[in-house]
């Protein structure tokens, strides 16, 4: 990946000079006449630093700095400076500017510098990564297994949406793991100590939905011999999981959104207004938008729902998460049924980097238990479906043979729990050259033992 740098400088020739010295020693190089151009540019984890001039007009170089730091504190700043600039960029080091450039400036120190700060970046953020995941790990309640970007990406949002009160739609395929995900909202909010309730819509039969929901009085109806308490009311103080959202009769939807504008139930068979304090988190496999424009779904309540939105990746679009997956649930299939972990060969592996997924992380951890409990004699044919590579660009030989390669040293670490001595003799390698293959893949070893 080339590293992003921002250029900013209102002469041309400099932004034509500096510029090129930068693009040729292979930076991703965006330059800017005027510093706001750059500050539209940037956000709390770009991973690239920034070079401006000091004097400039409408916003100055400095002021430019002490906006970027409300943004990222750590985000490298390098100032140019003019021979009268001199004591101000020394004053802006102490206020957290990462260096200054004097003009005439050498391309060789303009590169050592650019090289330095981007170092120190790149520590920064994957510093700053791993401090996110060992919370994240340690915290009590379901784990988001995945380094993949898209990954990363959806446990940063969690991140910054769990501990708000605001209801939540759940776009997911079928076994994407829609309800890990929404345990792991209620787990990371301030709701954690209420219960967690769970109804699948598309599971209660039709006529009992609403007693599901609402709960009734004794005599409410034929058979209602007690007073039950529904599913809202239980929630009430916590988390309500509506799964199937989609397959919700639409007479019981408009009463839904009453629940969700007012915040209180009556129960079946009373006049007693209950007040509820719940957060509700909405799944659907099924676009709620196009079954609201063919008429099976409300659309104000669709609406309503779609606050926040968060949608969670199919497993075909985060392959690499594949052999972590597997592992985490070979291990956990191993301690429920008190068998041991046979290792997986590269070319299993390599057909489970192949397939499409259509069953997402389900089907993958049941896979992974037969696995465990048939071992060798375990097939991988995957119901005699093709293995396919759809919705990917068909890869080159160059990026076959990063894949395999890729494969082949997951599948060694996994087989010897991430033992560097180990899967050093079973490739044949030297140990800077795995080191090195390991970074290039963003694998670590802790992730196999």
Not at 64 to 92: E, K
Not at 405 to 431: F, P, V, Y
């Amino acid at each position: 990946m080339l590293h992003p740098v921002l250029l900013v400088d209102d002469e041309k020739h400099v932004r034509l000079a500096a510029g090129q010295t930068l693009d040729l020693a292979g930076y991703a190089v965006q330059t800017c006449a005027e510093a706001s151009e750059a500050l539209s540019q940037i956000h709390e984890d770009w991973p690239g630093v920034i070079i401006t001039d000091i004097n400039m007009p409408k916003m100055d170089g400095l002021e430019l700095m002490r906006r970027v730091q409300t943004i990222d504190p750590d985000l490298p700043v390098i100032l140019i400076t003019g021979q009268g600039d001199i004591s101000m960029a020394v004053q802006a080091i102490r206020d957290g500017a990462y260096d200054f450039i004097e003009k005439p400036f050498a391309s060789d120190l303009l590169l050592d510098v650019v090289k330095r700060a981007l170092e120190k970046r790149t520590l920064t953020l994957e510093n700053r990564q791993l401090r996110w995941e060992l919370e994240a790990q340690s915290a009590p309640g379901p784990r988001i297994l995945g380094k993949s970007v898209k990954m990363q990406q959806l446990r940063r949002l969690l991140a910054s949406v769990a501990d708000t009160s605001a209801d939540l739609l759940l776009m997911a395929e079928t076994g994407c793991g829609k309800d890990l995900i929404a345990r792991f909202i209620h787990e990371h909010s301030a709701r954690q100590e209420k219960n967690f309730v769970a109804i699948n819509c598309g599971a209660v039969p039709e006529a009992l939905i609403e007693s599901e929901l609402f709960g009734h009085e004794a005599g409410a109806f034929t058979d209602a011999r007690s007073r039950r308490i529904g599913k809202l009311e239980h929630a009430n103080g916590g988390t309500l999981f509506l799964d199937e959202i989609e397959s919700m009769p639409m007479s019981l939807q408009i009463k839904l959104l009453r629940v969700l504008e007012e915040r209180q139930i009556e129960r079946l068979g009373s006049n007693q207004i209950i007040p509820l304090d719940l957060r509700v988190i909405a799944a659907s496999k099924a676009e709620l938008r196009e079954l609201c424009e063919a008429g099976q779904f409300r659309e104000d309540l669709y609406y309503r729902l779609n606050v926040l939105r968060v949608e969670i990746p199919p497993l075909r679009e985060r392959k690499e998460d594949i052999p972590l997956l597997f592992q985490h649930f070979a291990l956990v299939a191993s301690v429920q049924y008190g068998r041991e972990v046979l290792p997986l060969s590269a070319e299993r592996m390599h057909r489970l980097m192949l397939h499409d997924w259509p069953g997402n992380v389900r089907e993958l951890r049941n896979l992974a238990e037969r696995y465990v409990l048939l071992g060798e004699s375990c097939t991988f044919d995957f119901d005699n479906r093709p293995i396919t590579q759809t919705n990917t660009s068909p890869m080159g030989l160059h990026e076959q043979v990063e894949h395999f390669e890729k494969t082949l040293i997951q599948t060694e670490l996994a087989r010897h729990g991430g033992s560097i001595k180990d899967t050093l003799d079973s490739l044949g390698l030297a140990r800077k050259t795995l080191y090195d293959k390991m970074r290039k893949y963003d694998l670590d070893k802790k992730d196999f033992k």
